[in-house]
């Protein structure tokens, strides 16, 4: 256990069994997309950290991908999410007929990334893939499934590894559960 910020963090995932699993996914998305031209994007913010090991390990695979990043942010009033998203910041790039990658940190309710992937599609790419580092299925308020997953948890809450509690946390190079707060 850890204390940081006079919060407790135990650990879920550590940093060998993250570079383990990550190593083992860009392996197998290799493999599917031997000899095509990819192109990876990222969901803003959380997906920074993930993507940047998957970056350096698809060189590795002599993989060398178009990045870009989005953003996408929920809108409606109130502190209660609508569920309705709208794409905050958007690719500059063509993605016809690429093989597109979209990566994120973690998939909850799934919105994030079913809006994303329908977006995506409109624009004709080859092959549309998507890649999460963590999934929590009980969360799930529609039928997505990613294509690619690093650890599927129970539905807690996590931060570290570019995931946050309250825009804080993100560098942790573990993934973390926060247990309580210190008085
Ligand atoms: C988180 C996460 C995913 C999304 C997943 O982003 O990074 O993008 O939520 O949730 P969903 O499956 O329920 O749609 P968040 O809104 O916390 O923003 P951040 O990435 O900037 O921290």
């Given at each position: 256990?850890?204390?940081?910020?006079?919060?407790?963090?135990?650990?879920?995932?550590?940093?060998?069994?993250?570079?383990?699993?990550v190593k083992e996914m860009v392996?197998?998305?290799?493999?599917?997309?031997?000899?095509?031209?990819?192109?990876?994007?990222?969901?803003?913010?959380?997906?920074?950290?993930?993507?940047?090991?998957?970056?350096?390990?698809?060189?590795?695979?002599?993989?060398?991908?178009?990045?870009?990043?989005?953003?996408?942010?929920?809108?409606?009033?109130?502190?209660?999410?609508?569920?309705?998203?709208?794409?905050?910041?958007?690719?500059?790039?063509?993605?016809?007929n690429k093989w597109v990658l979209?990566?994120?940190?973690?998939?909850?309710?799934?919105?994030?990334?079913?809006?994303?992937?329908?977006?995506?599609?409109?624009?004709?790419?080859?092959?549309?893939?998507?890649?999460?580092?963590?999934?929590?299925?009980?969360?799930?308020?529609?039928?997505?499934?990613?294509?690619?997953?690093?650890?599927?948890?129970?539905?807690?809450?996590?931060?570290?590894?570019?995931?946050?509690?309250?825009?804080?946390?993100?560098?942790?190079?573990?993934?973390?559960?926060?247990?309580?707060?210190?008085?």
């Amino acid at each position: 256990m850890k204390t940081i910020k006079g919060m407790k963090f135990e650990t879920l995932i550590n940093e060998i069994d993250i570079a383990t699993r990550v190593k083992e996914m860009v392996k197998k998305i290799a493999e599917d997309s031997k000899g095509k031209e990819i192109f990876v994007i990222g969901i803003l913010k959380g997906s920074f950290v993930f993507l940047s090991d998957l970056l350096r390990l698809f060189y590795v695979h002599n993989i060398h991908p178009s990045l870009d990043f989005i953003t996408v942010e929920s809108y409606g009033s109130g502190k209660i999410s609508s569920g309705k998203l709208k794409m905050l910041r958007d690719i500059t790039t063509d993605i016809e007929n690429k093989w597109v990658l979209i990566v994120d940190d973690i998939l909850d309710t799934g919105r994030t990334l079913a809006f994303a992937k329908e977006y995506f599609q409109k624009k004709n790419p080859a092959y549309i893939k998507t890649c999460v580092f963590l999934d929590k299925p009980e969360r799930r308020v529609n039928e997505f499934k990613a294509d690619y997953v690093g650890f599927e948890i129970p539905d807690k809450f996590v931060v570290g590894y570019g995931m946050d509690y309250d825009n804080l946390f993100r560098e942790l190079p573990y993934v973390a559960v926060i247990l309580d707060e210190e008085k």
